[in-house]
């Protein structure tokens, strides 16, 4: 007897079948990510169970309610798992379809964005990004810079290396819209472009490009900067641009909200003794700090795309130079993004790059932690929580040293596979006993699957 769930055919036809179906079946075509397909079972191997346990036992110090962790050797995904709770409250373990919310790993997606633009000659690094001449050249901006012409000297690239000349002396912009909407009289949070005319009101930290000190608000200004340029929205753009192309279907711009999450998104939690606080549009209610203590969705491309670690090893494989998965970039972007100047010089989109072809991208905020690390041999580890600790930003050191430790015990009994495989491009669903008149010469495969969580019928 079957269990109860909703059953399906599904056939995975050639293309040439798929040219070949009649038109007046009863089904639906849809794009599945790799997020429907992976399961935790997929990454239960024996000889990794020690690796299970370093995870489980970095989990519970830390007191991380959950967190996902992917593994990607030479643009193969060989490991993909969740391990404690999506959402505690309702019962649902963590797995490698869960969504998280990524923090500043976004900026990586960001700076892809702005290479794609600069090579279908849309805009160039060097561009200028305020003034006359400048991308964002809007007289609302120009009348808010007024005599302060530093800035008419900031470049697309200074906004990419955190060289902008924006500093967080009176609080980091994104992350203090209390204090900004009492200082400007505001009548509620604002939106990008209210923000950008109160910050541009105030005077630069130094020159541009002299310097550099990390900038959450740059990035809000590259985000525009691909909105003013393509003509359409950030997250449209980026979707249709580079995420999409890049075989990643299923990340989107975060809600503020748990109510805002989205079906397969996770909940998120504080480190125990986090205490309540006002919430960022000065309702005057006190908030969970992870849900709604910022706002997160104004983040835009400096912090508040949702992914899985394994979708975003996919997008790492997209960038990375590598011939397995064609790049979404030409090879001299893949080269920019990863050159090396020294090490206190941004990498674009990057953190850090070195010479040996390691490569770091970090995100922290409230409620979440995350970490890429692309090393030298070609394996890339990806882990995402979706709780915060006390230390911060400070735990990515302790994530590494977990990632290095994880290598030299488990590398060489990673399975040889590519999970990546596992996700079809595009499938035909039909309701049990509605399957079409097929008119080709090859049979096509049928599988019969289910949509229970176990995927047993």
Not at 55 to 79: I, P, Q, T
Not at 176 to 185: A, E, K, N
Not at 232 to 238: A, V
Request: aromatic letters at 10%; glycine letters at 8%.
């Amino acid at each position: 007897m079957l269990a109860a769930a909703s059953i399906f055919f599904v056939m995975s036809a050639s293309t040439h079948d798929r040219n070949t179906l009649q038109p007046a079946f009863s089904g639906e075509r849809t794009i599945l990510s790799l997020n429907d397909t992976l399961t935790n079972s997929m990454s239960d191997i024996r000889g990794l169970s020690g690796m299970d346990r370093l995870v489980e036992a970095y989990r519970k110090r830390w007191d991380l309610r959950g967190l996902s962790l992917a593994v990607m050797r030479n643009d193969s995904l060989l490991f993909a798992k969740g391990y404690g709770w999506a959402d505690e409250e309702k019962n649902i373990p963590m797995g490698p379809g869960n969504i998280l919310r990524m923090a500043s790993v976004s900026k990586l997606i960001t700076a892809t964005g702005i290479m794609k633009l600069q090579e279908t000659g849309k805009l160039a690094l060097g561009d200028t990004v305020f003034g006359p001449s400048g991308i964002l050249c809007d007289s609302m901006y120009t009348a808010a810079i007024g005599k302060k012409r530093n800035y008419m000297r900031i470049t697309v690239e200074d906004l990419l290396r955190h060289k902008g000349g924006f500093t967080c002396s009176l609080g980091d912009p994104m992350f203090s819209t209390r204090d900004i909407i009492r200082q400007f009289r505001l009548d509620g949070a604002p939106d990008s472009e209210t923000l950008t005319r109160c910050m541009l009101k105030r005077q630069l930290g130094y020159a541009p490009g002299s310097w550099q000190q990390y900038s959450n608000f740059g990035y809000l200004l590259l985000s525009m900067i691909i909105e003013k340029v393509s003509g359409t929205d950030y997250e449209t753009f980026i979707r249709a641009n580079v995420l999409e192309p890049a075989g990643c279907h299923d990340m989107h711009i975060a809600g503020n909200y748990y109510e805002d999450r989205y079906p397969n998104e996770v909940r998120y939690y504080m480190h125990e003794g986090s205490e309540p606080c006002p919430e960022f549009n000065l309702s005057g209610k006190l908030v969970e700090k992870c849900y709604g203590g910022n706002d997160i969705e104004s983040l835009s491309g400096a912090g508040a795309w949702v992914g899985s670690p394994a979708e975003l090893c996919r997008f790492v494989a997209s960038i990375d130079g590598r011939p397995e998965i064609p790049d979404i970039i030409s090879p001299e972007s893949v080269a920019a993004m990863t050159e090396y100047f020294d090490s206190e010089t941004f990498s674009l989109g990057w953190n850090d790059t070195k010479p040996d072809g390691e490569w770091t991208r970090t995100g922290t905020f409230s409620g979440t932690s995350a970490l890429i690390k692309y090393f030298p041999d070609g394996e890339c580890w990806i882990l995402i929580t979706n709780t915060s600790t006390w230390r911060g930003p400070g735990l990515a050191r302790y994530t590494e040293a977990l990632f290095k430790k994880c290598r030299e015990l488990y590398s060489p009994l990673l399975p040889e596979r590519n999970m990546f495989s596992a996700a079809p491009g595009s499938r035909i669903f039909f309701r049990a006993g509605v399957l079409p008149d097929i008119q080709s010469p090859s049979l096509p495969e049928y599988v019969l699957t289910s949509n229970s969580p176990d995927n047993t019928l």
